[in-house]
């Protein structure tokens, strides 16, 4: 049983470039959510999904797109990347659609830098 | 709006002694409250959590919580500690109110000496 899957582990991006990282969960968990963790600071929610096709903004949204096109996978987009978006990003799903009831499951974390 | 305070960035602690993690909280209405760990290069992994019910709360690896409602407090116990212990714990909350927003604190660095 898989869990919870990030790709990639680590990527270094130039100020400007754009890329996605994936997330893909084999527990037919309805909630997903992406969150960075900054040190110091915690981790902070970007985005969350209760289902396929429904996506919400969380507390630090600005500089990033999501979509849920399947139950499985959440994509978090960085259309322009800058400095700022250094960070270690967290995808984490729950069985429910409440999400935030149910115990959360997480990734490995994707360690993106950008220059 | 609601916030998580873990006023201690780190808590060292001899093996075999009690160790107590600390976490107050702010909410509007009763809360919810949940401790993860993270050990280095992992994603961080479930302990406990606190809904409603009884105030001491019993969790994974040995772990305990007491939600103490007047002092606002939800700290992470275990009696006895381990050298495997040693990560760095977040506490959780959201309010009832906000169903999808889970807010969490900075973190503590436990480190648990031989």
């Known amino acids: 049983n898989a869990g919870v899957t990030q790709t990639p582990k680590f990527q270094v991006l130039k100020t400007g470039q754009s890329m996605t990282l994936q997330c893909a969960q084999d527990?037919?968990?309805?909630?997903m959510s992406w969150y960075r963790q900054d040190p110091g600071m915690g981790l902070r929610l970007i985005h969350y999904?209760?289902?396929?096709?429904?996506?919400d903004q969380g507390e630090v949204p600005n500089g990033y797109n999501v979509s849920r096109s399947t139950t499985e996978d959440f994509p978090l987009r960085l259309l322009s990347a800058a400095p700022s978006q250094t960070s270690v990003y967290f995808c984490?799903?729950?069985?429910?659609?409440?999400?935030?009831?149910?115990?959360?499951?997480f990734g490995s974390g994707t360690q993106l830098s950008v220059l | 709006a609601q916030s998580v305070a873990q006023p201690e960035d780190q808590v060292n602690v001899a093996e075999g002694n009690p160790l107590t993690v600390k976490c107050t909280y702010s909410?509007?209405?009763?809360?919810?409250l949940f401790w993860y760990v993270q050990y280095p290069n992992r994603g961080l992994q479930f302990l406990l959590k606190?809904?409603?019910?009884?105030?001491l709360v019993k969790g994974s690896y040995g772990f305990e919580a007491e939600f103490n409602k007047s002092q606002t407090s939800f700290h992470l116990k275990k009696p006895s500690a381990l050298v495997s212990d040693s990560a760095l714990y977040f506490c959780?909350?959201?309010?009832?109110?906000?169903?999808?927003?889970?807010?969490f604190g900075k973190g503590t660095k436990l480190s648990v000496i031989p």
């Open positions: 999904s209760v289902g396929a096709g429904i996506t």
């Open positions: 606190y809904i409603t019910g009884d105030n």
């Open positions: 984490a799903s729950s069985r429910s659609r409440q999400g935030t009831n149910e115990k959360l499951f």
């Open positions: 959780a909350v959201r309010a009832p109110t906000r169903g999808y927003q889970l807010t």
């Open positions: 909410v509007s209405g009763n809360p919810y």
């Open positions: 527990m037919n968990h309805e909630y």
